[in-house]
């Protein structure tokens, strides 16, 4: 039986390179997004890709992608849940609705679409992997509500593996670095981009292919007694601690 996979936030960026991934692997992938034309231009001339439109954060449209992909590939193997979005500034500036905007798609999202998909996740002995944030491991400035966020699904993923493991089910969470990704490239200076590859010990950013190998590899039976971890995919970032670049010289 062919395994499958399915892929939120696969319109673009890590969710497409962890879709690419696991069809290279010949698995069948559900890509999902809430961005219906960028989804619809990612899936295309992609074999064994099936694209289905959804907002992660509407329970409603989640109990409707079950019947979905129900009927799509007939059965789940991996729960990918890299859906979210960034929302950067000063915890004064930070109104209610941003922050409810943040954690309904990079929380509730993650809550509502593993729920939902646990049944047929028990039925394969499955795997969730959840993509956190360096941020979940480490504040910074200006992430009041992405950090926080990402904190959530760390913890999250933990309770899933806690609750889940008696039915098989392998539940982890990936927190990528710094990745070399279009949206960052674009926001970040050069004055950003020194100082990021001076506080990370190989000194540069990662790639999106990067983390998606450590997602795909978490999916996989080689990792088959790893369950309830937190992997920072992030060249060292987190191991530097508050420690001080010019002191490395």
Sequence with gaps: MQKTAI????????????????????????????DVPELTRAAEGLSNAIALPCDVSDADAVAGLVGEVERAIGRVDALINNAGIADFGPIEE?????????????LDGVFLMSQAFTPALKATRGAIVNIASISALRASTLRVAYGTSKAGVAHLTQQQAVELGEHGIRANCVCPG???TKLAMAVHTQEIIDAYHDAI?????????????AIVWLC??????????????????????????????
């Design 7 to 34: 892929v939120t936030g696969a319109a673009r960026g890590i969710g497409l390179a962890t879709t690419k991934l696991f069809l290279a692997e010949e698995r069948r992938v559900v890509m999902v997004d809430n």
């Design 94 to 106: 930070t109104g209610f609705d941003r922050w409810r905007a943040v954690m309904a798609t990079n």
């Design 220 to 249: 996989s039976d080689k990792a088959s007694f790893v369950t309830g971890q937190r992997l920072a995919v992030d060249g060292g970032f987190e191991a530097t601690g508050i420690g001080l670049p010019a002191l490395r010289e």
């Design 178 to 180: 710094p990745v070399r």
């Design 201 to 213: 010990p190989l000194n540069r950013y990662g790639n999106e292919s990067e983390i998606a190998e």
